[in-house]
T-cell receptor, first 111, second 116 residues
Framework: QQQVKQSPQSLIVQKGGISIINCAYE??????FPWYQQFPGKGPALLIA?????SEKKEGRFTISFNKSAKQFSLHIMDSQPGDSATYFC??????????FGQGTELSVKP | NAGVTQTPKFQVLKTGQSMTLQCAQD?????MYWYRQDPGMGLRLIYY???????DKGEVPNGYNVSRLNKREFSLRLESAAPSQTSVYFC???????????????FGNGTRLTVT
């Protein structure tokens, strides 16, 4: 019940396209859903986060869509750029507790 | 502002050797964490410290020990390294009340450990 399942494991998108990464969770007590971006040789860095009381959050080209009834949330990267090539992790936590991470998605944006 | 600093960046050990991974944060955060990252497994929590003076086991604590030396520093020790501990280790910290919308997790740049 503590798991966060992420898909796909890898994704190749053409420059200018839309990248979509999906996550599913079981624990309805989760109240914080962040996405982290990791470049090779670096630690993960917070990209965008959402609370379960909203269905969508947008920051620039990055959007989180949240479906509470389906217990799913996704990251959409609009107008994908080669500089977006990185590993992306979804995560979830409840009431300030420990973050549970998904398995990660390796995104490659081709010029 | 350095954030979370980890040392060393790289390390090669032989099976049975011991070592300590060091971590320090300068953000005055209460909570600190050790994760390991393996391909296809995501980030898995080894140990965490909710506040100075406390430590708790995470998802994969076997073979590791930790010390919260003070508010800034949180070390991870491998007493007798095994090849299964070959991984990238990340230290992270967050503010008061653990990880949440107002206290996101901040990561260091990792220690890449190989055990032969």
């Amino acid at each position: 019940q503590q798991q966060v399942k992420q898909s796909p494991q890898s994704l190749i998108v053409q420059k200018g396209g839309i990248s979509i990464i999906n996550c599913a969770y079981e624990n309805t007590a989760f109240d914080y859903f962040p996405w982290y971006q990791q470049f090779p040789g670096k630690g993960p860095a917070l990209l965008i986060a959402i609370r379960p009381d909203v269905s969508e959050k947008k920051e620039g080209r990055f959007t989180i869509s949240f479906n509470k009834s389906a217990k799913q949330f996704s990251l959409h990267i609009m107008d994908s750029q080669p500089g977006d090539s990185a590993t992306y992790f979804c995560a979830a936590s409840m009431q300030g507790g420990k973050l549970i991470f998904g398995q990660g998605t390796e995104l490659s944006v081709k010029p | 502002n350095a954030g979370v600093t980890q040392t060393p960046k790289f390390q090669v050990l032989k099976t049975g050797q011991s070592m300590t991974l060091q971590c320090a944060q300068d953000m005055n955060h209460n909570s600190m964490y050790w994760y390991r990252q393996d391909p296809g497994m995501g980030l898995r929590l080894i140990y965490y410290s909710a506040s100075e003076g406390t430590t708790d086991k995470g998802e994969v604590p076997n073979g590791y020990n930790v010390s919260r030396l003070n508010k800034r520093e949180f070390s991870l020790r491998l007493e007798s390294a095994a090849p299964s501990q070959t991984s990238v280790y990340f230290c992270a910290s967050s503010g008061r009340g653990g990880t949440g919308y107002n206290s996101p997790l901040h990561f260091g740049n990792g220690t890449r450990l190989t055990v032969t």
